[in-house]
């Protein structure tokens, strides 16, 4: 925890009285997530085709957003471990959707995408790979999609909502870098609410995260828990 964590503290009890989680995780829920991130967490599949993905058997969670949104430290803070970001960052993995398994959970790396709107060919191939992934996979609970808490939703982020809505997966923002936003965050977060009501698939809460200062990871780990024990 950085020096301004109390400050933060009073600050995110402020933001969660705007935007309460669903349900506020109870020690249980924390204590599920802790114990399902405290698994291993296996690389096992690489995917750019339809045919190269691994079998649909386990709850799945899948990853998204730009390129430096905070991803593999999101990650390696959710499961103590540098697995994914070295899997990651191995060359010719970075169009691929990577998977890793864990005990009760599959987590999904998504490639990521640029900062600015994103070009044709990559909204192309995105197009295409996003619901040759997506269709079917029954296991598929949700997908989180990272958004930088200095800058809100971006152009590209839009366009990539847009693909989410379109190929009908359920998605959930996760705000990143939380200890570098500013004291007006309310206000971004107030229009990103407005935001998220005209996307049909996107979930109406937001995950508040700093990967650096630890914060949100633990409500994080019991949310996706939750996400890998419900039923349908
Ligand atoms: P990725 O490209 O989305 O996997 O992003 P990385 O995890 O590699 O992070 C990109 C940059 O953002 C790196 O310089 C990280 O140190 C920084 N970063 C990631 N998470 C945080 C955070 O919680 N707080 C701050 N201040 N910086 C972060």
Not at 8 to 15: C, I, K, P, T
Not at 48 to 66: I, M, S
Not at 157 to 172: E, G, K, N
């Amino acid at each position: 925890m950085g020096d301004h964590a109390p400050r933060r503290r009073g600050q995110v009890a402020a933001l969660l009285a705007l935007f309460p989680p669903e349900p506020a995780p109870d020690a249980a829920m924390i204590e599920a997530g802790r114990l399902l991130f405290a698994q291993e967490c296996r690389f096992v599949a690489a995917a750019a085709l339809e045919h190269e993905l691994p079998p649909d058997t386990l709850p799945e969670v899948a990853f998204l957003g730009r390129s430096n949104v905070g991803k593999s430290s999101l990650v390696n803070a959710l499961t103590g471990r540098t697995t994914l970001a070295r899997v990651s960052r191995t060359p010719g993995r970075t169009r691929q959707i990577l998977f890793f398994e864990m005990t009760r959970l599959m987590l999904v790396d998504l490639p990521g995408y640029g900062f600015a709107a994103a070009p044709k060919h990559e909204i192309e191939r995105w197009s295409k790979l996003m619901p040759r992934y997506a269709k079917g996979r029954a296991g598929l609970k949700r997908a989180l999609l990272l958004i930088d808490a200095r800058h809100g939703f971006m152009p590209a982020d839009r366009d990539f909502m847009t693909l989410l809505d379109q190929a009908a997966v359920s998605y959930q923002i996760v705000l990143t870098k939380y200890d570098k936003a500013p004291g007006a965050l309310g206000k971004t977060l107030e229009a990103m609410a407005a935001e998220l009501k005209t996307h049909t698939a996107a979930h109406p809460q937001m995950h508040l995260t700093s990967a650096h200062e630890g914060f949100g990871i633990a409500e994080l780990r019991a949310a996706v828990a939750t996400l890998a024990a419900a039923k349908e």
